[in-house]
């Protein structure tokens, strides 16, 4: 049956309107498009200052996002914790995530219903021996609950239980390429040099390489009984060694199982609780002076406490984030005052729309679509300036980031989410300010321009206020960047260097030869040696050992460094009071040297002589140093002892050079370096350098801090230069007349920037306190910190309003030269 | 004090190159009231333009109180305009967002002229416009005819030697347009000398002679009686 006439009338019509509705959406994007390519400058503006933002934006949130992603990819994650123990002194709170052997078979005798339990060991870098070939790397120590706990999948080789046995070595992927090549490793047994020789290792597993966002890394995993020392203290509760790892089971709250813990530490800590209290210690809330805690999983990547992390507070990939959010801010203020600061111009052509019938909402489309069209294409140039420059990203800020995150539906939703909000409210919110004008108005070219300016306004001292936010936090950092580096530390770090002995040459042998070798060059002045490196060297790595014993009743502690003869000499230290170890004195290995804190911890008028009861023997005190920071200006200088005991290992041998022609001093003692231990693999380097490196994450900072201002600087002023040419359109008529009326350039200059340098003065004044809370606290985190100065927010607002007005004047001066004839007719 | 001779201006676009005046020359005695006259695009506005330094002629001499100005730097036609010359617009020209008083003010903080003064001077004249009472009102507020007394006030309070006036009464009704005129004769019998261009020949009889302006030329000179 054919259709009824009224049926293919309605079809005509439904017909008719999609039609309507298409070309509708045509003539949208037509205008959208000629609209822009008639304002190109405000389209370049728009879109260059949004790309920009979006690129920045995007590499930043990348960078926080995989901050923040760190440990997340185990299935496991919630349920896993790492143990710590905190001890309260009188004055002091100890928090260390480093365990007794003994720990882990109590724990898991105590408590059965703790699902999985391992020890995590740093066996250190370390030799291994495949066939007449020598490799070296990372070992760790685990037991085999490891793999049932954390996600790490083993891709060739047993997977039920890769680590059953004691001699079982489970090695990642990278490593099992290294030493076999396309061979199967499976089975094949490698050797792990050990304390007395060499040791067969069978290998069960080949695991995938950790990911980048992971606190494990490994390049093989062996069981914890192949532990340095695990013999010796399978039953040492007092020496503290390995982090430990438990999951609990599902749904266990971690605060119940911390109370859980206390009877366990009342009865294997007993004896240290005892002198802990005897020594004046302040008990906790819950009355301990010694209780364990838990660290869940992904929080170690951000803890202080946990030896497994990098510290990174989790305050830094918020304030990434934030960065990040600032820029678009400041971007997004363009375009919303852009689209603003256009509808004056563009009232005629909106008053003509509604004279002619469109309704409220088809206007807000039509310059939503516009500004979908700028957006969409802004967010496409961002992705690609990111994707461009994200090698350079990575090199330049240290970062650890890749596009593979981009693929999370977290990022993308993140990502789309802001991008349709954005489009939204700078093409909506103007759009509708627009239309709700009224159609008599709005054909005769005028709209409320009083309300959007008020609004405009706010908008610019928010944008300026963050960017000399940015500007005043990139000066403090970098003063204390600067303060940091040129603070003397009270040895001398510049004409000594360090070498980093590493695992396969004897270190007493090594610091033997290295002395008599260097000893012919008239440029060395002295060799020592020592187990704890100043600053961070090339082998990036760095240690503290901590020792404490009873000296006349009380507990006292102290750092404890393993240093050679010449220390004081090679590092120009400064004896106050006693004597030098020296060869000299025959019986120097049972003498120390202290500094000027561990004297005062000793409490004495005159420690000379004194002697000290550390490690079962009585150590002699043979004189006093004056303190210098051995460790970073994050840190007072704490109480420390130097002994000369060959039973500690040395780990770097440090040179003294003369002054002048440091670099060839250097490629010298590298050379001989090389020839005393061909296997090297670490280069040696000056302590300035190492003590600079202590500081990379304060240096990232800066740099983020010192991009993030200039590219918010940039965009902002970009901002203002379009603003300034929508002003100086809208008051054409009134320069021409001031002009006529004998104004001169810079009446009329100082008429159109006075009000956006008021502007930008109050966004210096909104700005000021924060940066100055904000840093005041950051540079809490540092024992030795600079003032922050008033001088530098005058210094930093007088940058930022002479930038402002340069871009004021830009277009100012412009129009201020015109001829008013021509300014005047135009009206 | 005016006198110009074989004055020329172009006008040039991509295409064609438009004489806007020919030769022109005429002189203007202190104390005169000018009319200038013609038809659209004959001249007369480019030929106030110069007159009021705003623009300078391509060719020829403009001498203006016995010095040569035509090719004055910007900056020193700036300075010569601001102390001797007032200008009267067709489109009043007031700045919307200052109050009669401030726009009337504006000339005065231009030339220097310091507070106390500039109050008493700009009160002076408001008085004698008679738009005291508007004085904190906005150019909005007002009718076109007070309008135009705001701007004429504005054009004399710096006691010009000369006014130029483009069509004063051209946005005005009969009534306000004689008041606009009364006022205009006022200040020349005071001594001021006055150049305006017009379309009326109403307005023009106001004048004690009138210039008739053709294609950028002179055609002919009225003398009123």
């Known amino acids: 049956m054919s259709p009824s006439p009224l049926c293919k009338r309605r079809g ?47 590499l930043l949130t990348l960078t926080a996002f995989f901050e923040l992603s760190f440990d997340t990819f185990h299935q496991n994650k919630n349920d ?33 219903d703790v699902v999985h339990i391992t020890r995590y060991g740093d066996f250190g870098g370390s030799a291994l021996r495949y066939g007449d070939k020598i490799f070296n790397d990372d070992v760790r120590c685990v037991d085999a609950d490891f793999f049932k706990m954390f996600t790490f999948p083993i891709v060739n080789g047993s997977t039920i239980n890769p680590l059953a046995d004691k001699n079982d070595i489970v090695l990642s992927a990278t490593v099992a390429k290294n030493i076999f090549g396309n061979q199967n490793p499976i089975g094949k047994l490698i050797e792990l040099k050990v304390d007395n020789g060499w040791k067969s290792m069978n290998v069960t597993a080949v695991a995938a390489d950790a990911p980048k966002n992971s606190s494990f890394d490994f390049g093989l995993l062996c069981r914890f009984e192949q532990f340095p020392g695990y013999d010796q203290n399978i039953n040492e509760w007092n020496s503290q060694s390995h982090n430990v790892f438990l999951q609990l089971p599902t749904g266990e709250k971690q605060a119940v199982f911390e109370q ?155 990502i789309l989410g802001g991008f349709v909000l954005i489009s939204l409210l700078a093409g909506g919110y103007p759009a509708w300010l627009m239309s709700v004008g009224k159609t008599a108005q709005t054909v005769k070219g005028k709209v409320g321009a009083g309300q959007s300016s008020s609004l405009r306004n706010s908008l610019m001292v928010v944008q300026f206020a963050l960017s000399s936010l940015l500007i005043i936090c990139t000066a403090i950092t970098w003063q204390q960047l600067n303060y940091m580096r040129t603070k003397p530390l009270g040895y001398n770090k510049s004409e000594v260097v360090s070498i980093p002995i590493g695992s396969n040459i004897d270190p007493e042998k090594a610091l033997t030869q290295m002395r008599s070798k260097l000893s012919s060059y008239p440029q060395v002045v002295s060799v020592t040696g020592t187990d704890m490196n100043l600053g961070k060297g090339l082998d990036n790595s760095s240690s503290t050992s901590i020792m404490s014993f009873n000296y006349k009743g009380r507990t006292v502690s102290t750092n404890w460094l393993r240093v050679d003869y010449d220390y004081v000499k090679t590092l120009g230290l400064q004896v106050v009071n006693g004597r030098d170890l020296s060869r000299s004195f025959g019986a120097d290995s049972t003498m120390v040297l202290i500094n000027q804190k561990m004297a005062e911890e000793l409490g004495e008028k005159n420690p000379i002589g004194d002697l000290l009861p550390t490690d079962g023997a009585k150590l002699q005190v043979a004189g006093i140093v004056k303190d210098f920071n051995f460790k970073s200006l994050h840190h007072e200088i704490a109480p420390l002892t130097m002994v000369i005991r060959t039973g500690w290992p040395i780990n770097y041998i440090l040179v003294r050079v003369k002054s002048g022609n440091l670099a060839s001093s250097m490629a010298l003692i590298n050379k001989v370096w090389k020839d005393t231990n061909p296997h090297t693999e670490v280069g040696a380097s000056f302590l300035d350098e190492n003590t600079e490196r202590q500081y990379n994450k304060e240096t990232d900072l800066s740099k983020i801090f010192v991009t993030g201002a200039i590219i918010s600087i940039v965009i902002s002023c970009m901002g203002l230069f379009a603003i300034v040419i929508l002003i ?82 830009f277009q100012s001066i412009k129009a201020a030269v015109l001829n008013p004839v021509k300014s005047l007719r135009s009206e | 004090m005016i006198k110009i001779t074989n004055l020329e201006k172009f006008y040039r676009t991509e295409e064609v190159e438009t004489i806007a005046l020919n030769k022109l020359s005429m002189h203007v005695d202190t104390g005169e009231f000018v009319a200038i006259m013609g038809p659209s695009g004959c001249g007369k506005s480019t030929l106030l333009n110069i007159l009021g330094m705003l623009d300078d002629p391509d060719e020829g001499s403009y001498v203006f109180n016995d010095i040569e100005v035509a090719h004055f730097t910007e900056r020193k036609r700036a300075d010569l305009r601001k102390h001797n010359i007032g200008f009267v617009f067709q489109s009043f020209n007031l700045i919307d967002e200052l109050t009669v008083f401030e726009n009337v003010e504006l000339p005065l903080i231009y030339t220097g002229v310091p507070s106390a003064e500039r109050v008493k001077r700009v009160e002076e004249v408001l008085d004698k416009m008679q738009i005291m009472h508007r004085r904190n009102h906005y150019p909005q507020q007002l009718s076109g005819g007070q309008q135009q007394r705001v701007a004429i006030a504005r054009a004399v309070v710096n006691k010009p030697k000369l006014i130029l006036a483009d069509e004063p009464t051209g946005n005005l009704d009969s009534s306000n347009g004689n008041d606009v005129m009364e006022l205009l004769t006022d200040l020349n019998e005071q001594g001021t000398t006055i150049i305006m261009v017009t379309h009326s020949e109403h307005d023009a009889r106001y004048s004690h002679r009138i210039i008739r302006l053709l294609d950028g030329q002179t055609v002919m000179e009225n003398i009123m009686i």
């Open chain 1, 12 to 58: 005509m019509v439904e017909k008719i309107n999609e039609n309507k509705k298409s070309l509708m959406i045509k003539n949208y994007f037509k205008i959208a498009l000629r609209n822009m390519w008639k304002h190109k400058t405000f389209t370049f503006i728009n879109i260059t200052g949004m790309a920009v933002a979006f690129g920045a934006a995007l």
């Open chain 1, 728 to 809: 100086i359109t809208q008051r054409t008529k009134e320069i021409g007349i001031r002009k006529v009326l004998g104004a001169s350039v810079n009446n009329i200059l100082f008429l159109i920037s006075k009000d956006f340098l008021k502007l930008v003065l109050i966004s210096i004044c909104i700005a000021s306190p924060i940066a100055w809370y904000a840093m005041d606290k950051w540079l809490q985190g540092f024992e030795y910190r600079i003032q922050i100065q008033w001088w530098v927010f005058v210094i930093t607002g007088t940058i930022a309003l002479i930038i402002a007005f340069v871009t004021i004047s």
């Open chain 1, 80 to 112: 896993v914790y790492q143990l710590y123990i905190e001890q309260h002194h009188a004055n002091s709170v100890d928090e260390g995530s480093t365990m007794p052997i003994p720990m882990t078979p109590a724990l898991k005798a105590e408590f059965p």
């Open chain 1, 260 to 414: 859980k813990l206390k009877t366990f530490v009342q009865k294997h800590y007993d004896a240290s609780i005892k002198q802990l209290i005897h020594d004046g210690a302040k008990p906790d809330n819950n009355g301990q002076v010694l209780s364990l805690h838990l660290i869940p999983l992904t929080d170690i990547h951000f803890s202080a406490i946990s030896s497994q992390s990098r510290a990174i507070s989790k305050f830094y990939p918020y304030l990434v984030l934030l960065i990040s959010l600032f820029i678009m801010f400041i971007a997004c203020t363009n375009f919303i005052n852009l689209s603003l600061g256009r509808a004056f111009t563009r009232a005629k052509e909106i008053g003509v729309r509604k004279v002619i019938g469109a309704t409220k909402t088809q206007l807000i489309v039509q310059f939503c679509s516009e500004s979908f069209v700028i957006c969409g294409i802004s967010l496409i140039l961002g992705v690609i300036a990111a994707c461009i420059f994200l090698p350079q990203y990575k090199l330049a800020f240290n970062q650890q980031v890749s596009l593979n995150i981009l693929a999370s539906p977290a990022i993308i939703s993140y």
